[in-house]
């Protein structure tokens, strides 16, 4: 049985092919500006990282992605595997000289790619916010005063020292996923289960 799988193209698509070539699959590329390259074993295909969980959900049958981005979309799909590659984390961030923590934003305006995840922690812990959706350089916010906090993605904390700011909450440790099509896990389960184990001995 023939499997569909899905790549982010950005970031973790070195790691992520690595990581099944690896595992003992190899990955034939599309040639040119082609966007698929059907096999008789295992299709590859590259999409926009935020894209990849709505593939799956949607009848791809396996996908790499951020926590951050399953999370965010909130996605049906199964999550069997975490991967270790794309370690970041997703912080509350204000400007480094103010003197505050969570408990008491409520009232704040914060910036964000990612404002179900902010949302759903300010409900967690009670203090209402308000969200505003950005699609990237998040931290031009804080610093243009359009919000008083941003919830972002920190991985060696240069963007926040360069730009005068600190973490003042990590919300989230993340790292890249294996997620599956629910129905593919049952209708194709042998050949999936067989992919899960051998990604799982592998070391990079
Ligand atoms: N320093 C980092 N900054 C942002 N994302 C990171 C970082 N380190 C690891 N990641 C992971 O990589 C993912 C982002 O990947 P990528 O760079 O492809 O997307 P992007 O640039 O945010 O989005 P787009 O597809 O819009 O270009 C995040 O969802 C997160 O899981
Ligand atoms: O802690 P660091 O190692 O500095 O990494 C974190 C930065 O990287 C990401 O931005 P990206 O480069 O994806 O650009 P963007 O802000 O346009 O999304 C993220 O949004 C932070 O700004």
Redesign the pocket.
């Given at each position: 049985m023939s499997l569909n799988i899905v790549l982010?193209?950005?970031?973790?698509l070195n790691k992520s092919k690595e990581y099944f070539i690896k595992s003992g699959i190899e990955i034939k590329e599309p040639e040119g500006r082609k966007l698929t390259n059907i096999n008789d074993d295992y299709s590859f295909f590259y999409s926009?990282?935020?894209d990849v969980p709505v593939y799956v959900e949607n009848g791809i049958d396996i996908g790499i992605?951020?926590?951050?981005?399953v999370l965010e979309r909130n996605n049906d799909v199964y999550i069997p595997l975490k991967l270790p590659f794309?370690?970041?984390r997703m912080s509350v961030i204000v400007e480094k000289e103010k003197d505050l923590d969570v408990s008491k934003m409520e009232g704040y305006t914060i910036a964000t790619k990612f404002p179900n995840i902010t949302q759903k922690f300010f409900d967690s812990i009670g203090v209402k916010v308000k969200t505003i959706k950005l699609?990237?350089a998040i931290e031009l916010a804080v610093k243009t005063g359009v919000a008083d906090a941003i919830v972002d993605?920190v991985?060696t904390g240069r963007t926040l020292k360069e730009n005068g700011l600190k973490e003042i909450e990590n919300i989230k440790d993340?790292s890249?996923v294996l997620i599956v099509n629910r129905i593919s896990m049952k209708r194709k389960n042998k050949e999936i289960k067989e992919i899960i184990k051998n990604l799982k001995e592998v070391s990079i």
């Open positions: 982010p193209s950005g970031r973790l926009r990282v935020f992605c951020g926590l951050d981005v794309g370690e970041c699609h990237g993605i991985d993340i890249s």
